[in-house]
């Protein structure tokens, strides 16, 4: 089990486990995936057909999946609603941060992104391809643990410090040991303002990430993801110095 799985097992509400699979249902409907047949849902989800229409039945009485042709279904406009609540949270830093982003990006030549937080995991919300791109783990709504990678560092490191404490306690013994989530160590990503990591996420990748205020409390992160092996140390210190700048334009427009 890896530690973000571990982390997600132990927040686990108890007593959820009906409601869990329903979610399970619901969050298979994807963009790639638009239209499942209960069949199909109950052979990806390791469900009993029953099961899976006993949930297909609640959704379309509250109105977020109907049926579509072939025995199929698919979520409906009201599921809509739930992706435009999350875009009017969204959309002032990714579209506040795009111009900053692609400008570094062009300047610098690699990968910058735009995280921000929501409770114990961290969401991508914009990225500027590098045009010498590289394989990353940072897709636009992929979540990613709090405490690895330089972009979810800078946003634990600001957290609150009994809220930080709190997180890091709840990681696996090993992890909870290493020097990068030492207080002292992330104490000192809040004094520096930036956070660096190398190889935390991808083999190969060094990143450098520095947190974005608005109204005087962190509203996310800006960071770099760069292959190691055309980053050497003059490189580096060029990079972090326009993140640093980045994250200060765009925290002055947010």
């Known amino acids: 089990m890896s530690n973000a799985e571990d982390l997600s097992a132990r927040n ?34 390791d469900m009993g057909t029953s099961m899976v229409y006993r ?6 009485e ?13 979520v409906t406009d009201l599921a809509a609603s739930l992706a435009a609540a999350s875009a009017a949270v969204r959309a002032p830093i ?37 045009n010498r791109p590289v394989r990353l783990q940072f897709e636009r709504g992929q979540a990613m643990s709090l405490h ?10 600001h957290l609150p410090h009994a809220e930080r404490e709190a997180y890091v306690a709840q990681l696996a013994d090993d992890v909870r ?6 207080p002292v160590a992330l104490d000192e990503v809040v004094s ?19 947190p974005l205020f608005s109204g005087g409390a962190v509203a996310g992160a800006i960071g770099c993801a760069a292959p190691l092996y055309r980053t050497p140390a003059e490189q580096r210190n060029r990079i972090r110095a326009a993140i640093r700048a980045g994250a200060e334009e765009i925290s002055r427009e947010l």
């Open 192 to 210: 520096q303002g930036f956070a660096e990591s190398f190889e935390e996420i991808d083999d190969g990748i060094w990143g450098v990430a520095a």
């Open 148 to 157: 690895v990678g330089s972009l979810s560092r800078v946003l634990l490191a």
């Open 94 to 130: 990714a579209a506040t941060s795009l111009p900053v982003i692609s400008r570094i990006r062009d300047e610098i030549g690699e990968t910058v992104l735009v995280a921000r937080r929501s409770g114990s995991v961290v969401y991508t919300v914009e990225r500027a391809e590098s």
């Open 62 to 74: 509250v109105g977020l999946v109907d049926a579509a042709h072939d025995s199929q279904y698919r």
């Open 12 to 45: 686990r509400v108890p007593g959820a486990e009906s409601g869990r699979r329903l979610l399970a249902v619901l969050l298979s409907f994807t963009e790639s995936r638009p239209l499942w047949t209960v069949a199909d849902l109950a052979t990806e989800l």
């Open 177 to 182: 040991s290493l020097p990068t989530l030492a």
């Open 55 to 60: 949930y297909i039945a609640l959704l379309r």
